[in-house]
């Protein structure tokens, strides 16, 4: 009973090294794009593609990541990605090429969803049923500091050591994750989830669509990973007019993200304490549109940087409950194609949240009208949330026994 309590949280914290290097890998070129522009003689929408190649991947390959978990099991999606993202982080090294770089983004962005979405099946293989939500909260934890580390660290070593050696830096770091999770990753030696092999790819795909619960899920991760993939890329220049320079812009961004961290850890503890979901993520939606407001038309940067912490706290861990309810509501045998499409909902909410943030600004010198759009989402959010069955069931599993 120890090793195997030793062995999950192993296994979890394998996949929080994958995942946050994957995201870390994603965002490293964030803070350097106008470096890159000047590195390749290349205008910032050429540059931007290092970033913006990854939103566009996830949702072509979010389904079949999701439906590959369920055959194969997570050990060999999570393994497989990891490899890939491993082996193209080695072409960064060479940087004489802005298109050999952009070749390198594309297979880290491509082995993305076969490490991100293997999570739900990982935990409900591993952990009780009062455990689920905070070690899904953990995990994805691992994917907001993964975030918050290619921001904060890149400019830094990229002063010091230049962009090639940074990216061996960073290479290194891949492959030491990659060989992790080859030794320590294995399915769970009670639970038979991991050789139950569902139908025929359609029939499993029509199964997880079918499921009106489900569908309202997908739905709100659509409007909630747009919400605030359109805030964090659109903050500077939502805040600008209200006298906060692009420094302090920088920081607010770290806050929220931190607090999401916190977040993360906290309430879907609460969660698994409580034996509910739903009441959560309904406060998680309510205080995030509360204070969206304070947050964007602010001009106290103090009081800003509050309310990043409190919008942060509560908007991220929305992200694990919904990954739990999904899973709960899907059942292990379709949960890897349900995590899938979630994710690819996530993203493609994420794109065109933020070019519809950008369109409906259009000639005005602030974002107040997109302002407007990102209450509307996360108001609409609210109303599907209400709608949706509590997913917490107290079943006794006894694969899942610590």
């Not at 390749?40 to 929408?45: H, L, M, Q, R």
């Not at 770089?101 to 409900?124: C, E, M, R």
């Not at 934890?141 to 830094?156: C, E, N, S, W």
Request: hydrophobic share 55%; glycine share 8%.
């Amino acid at each position: 009973m120890i090793q195997k309590t030793y062995s999950k949280w192993v296994v979890l914290l394998c996949f929080a090294l994958a995942a946050g290097m994957s995201q870390l890998l994603w965002l490293n070129f964030a803070p350097l794009l106008s470096q890159i522009e000047g590195l390749f003689n290349v205008p910032e929408s050429k540059a931007s593609l290092l970033i913006l190649v990854f939103p566009f991947i996830y949702v072509l390959l979010s389904i079949h990541a999701g439906s590959l978990t369920d055959r194969k099991g997570y050990r060999y999606t999570l393994v497989l990605g990891s490899l890939i993202m491993a082996a193209f982080s080695c072409l960064r090294i060479y940087t004489l090429s802005f298109y050999l770089l952009l070749l390198a983004q594309v297979g880290i962005a491509v082995a993305q969803p076969y490490v991100v979405n293997s999570i739900s099946k990982l935990v409900l293989d591993w952990f009780q049923k009062d455990q689920e939500a905070i070690a899904t909260g953990l995990g994805t934890m691992g994917m907001f500091i993964g975030m918050a580390l290619g921001m904060a660290i890149t400019p830094p070593l990229f002063e010091e050591l230049g962009l090639a050696k940074t990216m061996f830096v960073f290479s290194v770091m891949a492959w030491v994750v990659f060989f992790l999770c080859l030794f320590f990753v294995q399915p769970n030696p009670d639970s038979k989830s991991e050789t139950e092999l569902p139908e025929k790819f359609s029939a499993h795909f029509s199964k997880v669509i079918r499921n009106r619960e489900l569908l309202y899920v997908f739905a709100i991760a659509f409007m909630g990973l747009g919400y605030f993939n359109g805030l964090t890329t659109w903050l500077e220049p939502i805040l600008a007019p209200n006298g906060i320079n692009s420094i302090q812009a920088g920081i607010i961004g770290g806050v929220l993200i931190l607090g999401g961290i916190v977040g993360s850890a906290i309430i879907p503890a609460f969660s698994d304490k409580m034996k509910q979901r739903k009441p959560l993520l309904l406060l998680c939606l309510i205080i995030a549109g509360l204070s969206v407001y304070p947050l964007t038309l602010s001009h106290s940067y103090s009081l800003t940087l509050a309310v990043a912490a409190v919008q942060g706290f509560f908007m991220l861990p929305s992200f694990a409950l919904l990954l739990e309810m999904c899973a709960e509501l899907s059942g292990p045998k379709l949960v890897g194609a349900a995590t899938g499409i979630l994710m690819l909902s996530g993203n493609a909410g994420g794109v065109i949240v933020i070019l519809a943030m950008e369109w409906i600004k259009g000639d005005m010198p602030t974002f107040t009208r997109s302002i407007h759009l990102l209450v509307g989402i996360l108001a609409l959010s609210l109303g599907l949330a209400l709608r949706l069955k509590e997913t917490f069931a107290p079943v006794s599993r006894a694969t899942h026994s610590a």
